[in-house]
């Protein structure tokens, strides 16, 4: 087996986040649930961003968020993902390529346009997401750069995308490119609003021995199991990958790993502002410390402090310098 050249490369959601603020009454007044996400045509996406306040944008989508701040953190990372040849598109080029990772896939020329999420933020912090996948649920298995695949030590998947035919499709053949070169393959289930209805074929990929890797918070999990109790989900889910993550909000994290379980409390927060892009960032801490060797509690640490930084400005890009706060 070579030795990759690449620490991670991604595939997931090519999005761009559209984030402005908003108050209750605004949720409440379009029917939408706070807290939540939930899928929009583009006809839809085009009224809500009509109805919404002042925004800005930046690429977003949650592996290529770890991505970011994977590449903030000095690590060599990739992003495969689906854009079209539009204004948007280019704007999420732009900002991969501009923040130090590597983005070669190629735009649609025909289809739906680039995806977007547009994301309102009220001021108890919580988002409310709504997205509208575009392009990024076009990606096929031809995208990919298999070489690429193969030169890196960690393929990451994103829950997001294993609902649409054709990138679960991209990211099963992704995980088989990675395995046949002795590589690691890690799976994040995203959001617990995308395990209903696929979770029977999400537990077949886990427990076929697809993913090495799995990421999830507390409702994700249970969601995933099927059960209530937290444990008891753990404990199903330890069977089928070499490495559990669970992240529990203010609680902290854990993670279980050949047997042995380690807990980390969640470092203080002055402020919480803005929520979106906590388990990105999480993500990429662990990641990154775990391409650098460290151990599993310095896993944990790492991806606990890329996570409070992010939730303490609005936006899914750190603003701050990762280095400084985690040291690899």
């Known amino acids: 087996?070579?030795?990759?050249?690449?620490?991670?490369?991604?595939?997931?959601?090519?999005?761009?986040?559209?984030?402005?603020?908003c108050d209750d009454s605004f949720i409440a007044a379009r029917g939408l649930t706070k807290g939540?996400?939930?899928?929009?045509?583009?006809?839809?996406?085009?009224?809500?961003?009509?109805?919404?306040?002042?925004a800005r944008e930046s690429s977003g989508?949650?592996?290529?968020?770890?991505?970011?701040?994977?590449?903030?953190?000095g690590l060599d990372v990739a992003f495969i993902g689906q854009v079209a040849n539009d204004q948007l598109g280019e704007i999420f080029g732009h900002d991969m390529t501009s923040l130090g990772v590597r983005f070669e896939t190629a735009p649609l020329s025909d289809g739906p346009p680039t995806?977007?999420?547009?994301?309102?933020?009220?001021?108890?912090?919580?988002?409310?997401?709504?997205?509208?996948?575009g392009a990024s649920h076009e990606l096929t298995p031809d995208a990919l750069d298999e070489d690429m695949i193969r030169s890196a030590s960690v393929t990451f998947l994103e829950g997001y995308l294993w609902g649409?035919?054709?990138?679960?499709?991209?990211?099963?053949?992704?995980?088989?490119?990675?395995?046949?070169?002795?590589r690691t393959v890690a799976f994040t289930l995203s959001e617990s609003l995308c395990i209903p209805g696929r979770r029977e074929g999400v537990r077949a990929m886990i427990d076929a021995g697809t993913i090495d890797i799995l990421f999830g918070n507390e409702d994700e999990i249970r969601h995933l199991t099927g059960g209530s109790d937290l444990n008891g989900s753990i404990a199903e889910l330890e069977r089928a990958v070499k490495t559990l993550v669970v992240t529990k909000g203010a609680d902290g994290a854990l993670a279980v790993e050949g047997g042995r379980r380690v807990e980390i409390a969640a470092p203080a927060v002055a402020r919480i502002v803005d929520t979106t892009g906590a388990g990105d960032l999480f993500a990429a801490g662990f990641l990154a410390a775990r391409c650098r060797g460290r151990e599993l509690d310095a896993?944990?640490?790492?991806?606990?402090a890329c996570a409070a930084e992010i939730i303490s400005h609005f936006g899914a890009r750190p603003e701050k310098d990762l280095k400084t706060l985690v040291k690899l």
């Open 115 to 133: 995806g977007r999420c547009l994301i309102l933020v009220t001021p108890d912090a919580q988002r409310t997401m709504n997205t509208s996948p």
């Open 1 to 21: 087996m070579t030795s990759p050249n690449l620490d991670v490369v991604a595939i997931g959601d090519a999005i761009v986040d559209v984030i402005a603020s």
């Open 299 to 304: 896993c944990l640490t790492a991806g606990a």
């Open 164 to 182: 649409p035919e054709r990138p679960r499709a991209a990211m099963l053949r992704a995980a088989e490119i990675a395995h046949g070169a002795g």
């Open 36 to 54: 939540s996400m939930q899928l929009l045509t583009t006809a839809e996406a085009d009224e809500l961003y009509a109805a919404m306040g002042p």
């Open 61 to 73: 989508g949650s592996a290529a968020n770890s991505m970011a701040g994977l590449a903030g953190l």
